[in-house]
């Protein structure tokens, strides 16, 4: 249900705004900076409430916030001309806001259910066996991964052949379902591991030596007072806890927040937190904003939904061969061999943006767009513009709808395999990048798992959220100021360069754990160092 939304919720916002992206980066941009604000107080709540509470309440409020914007975004499809008359369109403008801010809770939740589930849950079920622990890694990344085949397959089927508005229904009523089974199955895995229920209410200060954390030992057994778990070492700071006044509770929130920045800094595997963070300033993925770009170019939602489904077999590839590269030649050295994968197939990308057929014109000032619907009141767009030169630009609206405009079909159709250069090069080099980009992500996501203590999972892997989600950020702003089709190019070359920067940053972070070893294919077997060495330690690499 969340891939299925994921998916539709960009398509559903350009079709209700026409071909401009404005409205789908409006909506990542408040995405982005909600999880930027509340990423390190999300992982604080994960970490102070039992693993049972938190995946239940997460999964409930996610499901219902998709469900409710589902009948909203049904109401604004079936009476949008009557909305668009009242009050001056006003109330349609509501509606737009209603949506985004509900849709905005759901992405929230489901911040908070991908902390415990896959930064949380995961580590303890696989206990001390780390080979264990990258199988399962892996093994979550290929389901994901498999839904994201499915899910864009089926609603994209349903839009294309029904409308929008039936896509809505489906959604919301898939989501009521999914939420009952996903319910019932969080609570067997609860019960059939008694660990779970477990939790650690205090930070050792062997760990925090381990994690050069030492300015959190103060803090950390206040931060676990609020933990489900009868242990005398809690038993005083409850009463403490009481006596706190009216404004240290007003500025707990902002002490939270600069806490838990600090303690993520001082993380051994802080760059290569980094590194992940600068792959999420791209519009080289199957975002919103590049479905967004796809869509206004011709692409009907049946052919985005079957290129995300390519993109994902790739991304199943990755996680293949993360466990594989793992085995091989080191947790660390993984993250390089991927980002170097990763890197050779945005090339195709960046040769896109100077092929025929490209929509590349720097003479087009990017800001044309938002200054006319800003200064120039223009109307809100209703239906695509039936220019002639957007459709010869791209010809794939003849390509996927080839009965339309029979008769001038033999002047159009000369030019059909010229753009169609740039459009797959593009496509081909994000969809082949998935393999490095997952086996990537992968690498950093059980860096974080190894090495954070239990006690701050959440808080850490909250930030690190929010550190994704700033990049995130920067990258819609971007598409805000330059939403043309027209300027797409030149985002596709800054994106490329911030992915390169992101594995600069890695390749530092291995530089510094492995030193002269760093291009040595060769690591003693991991399964024999995790009953000897602590959670923390840094050394399996």
Known sequence: GDRMW?????????????????????YGLVVAGSVLLLGALIGDWVD????????QTSLVVQNSSV????????????????????????????????????????????????????????????????SKLADMNATIRRIDQLTNILAPMAVGQIMTFGSPMIGCGFISGWNLMSMCVEYLLLCKVYQKTPTLAHKSAKVEASELKQLNVKKESDMKPAEGVQLIIEKDVAGFEPQQEKEVGCAARIAEPFITFRDGWVAYYNQPVFLAGMGLAFLYMTVLGFDCITTGYAYTQGLSGSVLSLLMGASAVTGIMGTVA?????????????????????LACL???????????????????????????????EPLPTIASPEPERIFATGMPNLVNGSIAPANSDPEMSPEPVPLISVSLLFAGVIAARVGLWSFDLTVTQLLQENVIESERGIINGVQNS???????????????????????????????????????????????????????????????????????????
């Open 6 to 26: 994921h998916f539709a919720v960009s398509v559903f916002l350009v079709e209700l705004y026409g071909n401009s992206l404005l409205l789908t980066a409006v």
């Open 48 to 55: 102070k409430n039992s693993r049972l509470k938190v995946a």
């Open 67 to 130: 469900i409710l914007c589902g009948v909203i975004l049904m109401i604004i499809f079936l009476f949008k001309t009557q909305l668009l008359t009242l009050y001056h369109g006003w109330l349609l403008t509501l509606c737009y806001i209603l949506v985004i801010t509900i849709a905005n809770i759901a992405n929230l939740a489901s911040t908070a259910t991908a902390i415990t589930i896959q930064r949380d849950w995961i580590v303890v079920v696989a206990g001390e066996d780390r």
């Open 322 to 342: 993360f466990p594989w590269l793992r085995r091989k030649c080191g947790l660390v050295r993984t993250g390089l061999i991927s980002g170097v994968a990763q």
């Open 347 to 377: 090339i195709l990308c960046v040769v896109s943006v100077f092929m025929p057929g490209s929509p590349m014109d720097l003479t087009v000032s990017p800001f044309a767009d938002i200054s006319a619907r800003l200064f120039e009141n």
């Open 467 to 541: 550190m994704n989600y700033l990049l995130d950020l920067l990258h819609f702003i971007m598409v805000i100021l330059a939403p043309n089709p027209e300027a797409f190019g030149l985002l596709v070359l800054i994106s490329v360069s911030f992915v390169a920067m992101g594995h600069i940053m890695y390749f530092r972070f291995a530089q510094k754990s492995l030193g002269k070893q760093l291009f040595v294919c060769h690591t003693p077997d991991p399964k024999a160092a995790p009953d000897s060495s602590p959670p923390g330690n840094t050394s399996t690499v």
